[in-house]
């Protein structure tokens, strides 16, 4: 299973500590500059609504999901491939292309993606925070 989720931290940090990369919704205002959009400091860390991705399962994630990630924005404003040491941002509008290129992929775990993805439609975008 290449996604986690978990009901409180206490059972993040038994199961792998601070190892993973963590998918986290964007709680900032849409009209939020995107220069502290994708600052360091403008979101948290290990929230109980995001995905988790173990660092032994980063390279599989990538494998199956990183042209489908393409486009982040990172913390320099560039974009580009998935950072998996960084900041990438998703606005709402990529968020939308990604689920339909996951649900027409269908590509390893999609089924909990997707979920997630949808239950985050009132966010502005997500994060994809590297280790």
Known sequence: MIFHSFANQEERQNF????FM????????????IKKIVGVGAHGNWMDSSLYIYLDDIESFCL???DI????????LHKGRLDINGINYYTPAQAKEILLKI????????????????????YNGFYVLGV
């Open 22 to 33: 963590e998918l986290q919704y964007c709680t900032l205002r849409p009209e939020t500059e």
């Open 64 to 66: 199956n999901y990183g």
């Open 103 to 122: 649900e027409g992929k269908k590509p390893l775990d999609y089924e909990v993606i997707s979920e997630w993805l949808k239950n985050g439609k009132q």
């Open 69 to 76: 990630f393409y486009g982040g924005t990172y913390n320099n």
């Open 16 to 19: 792998g500590g601070t190892a």
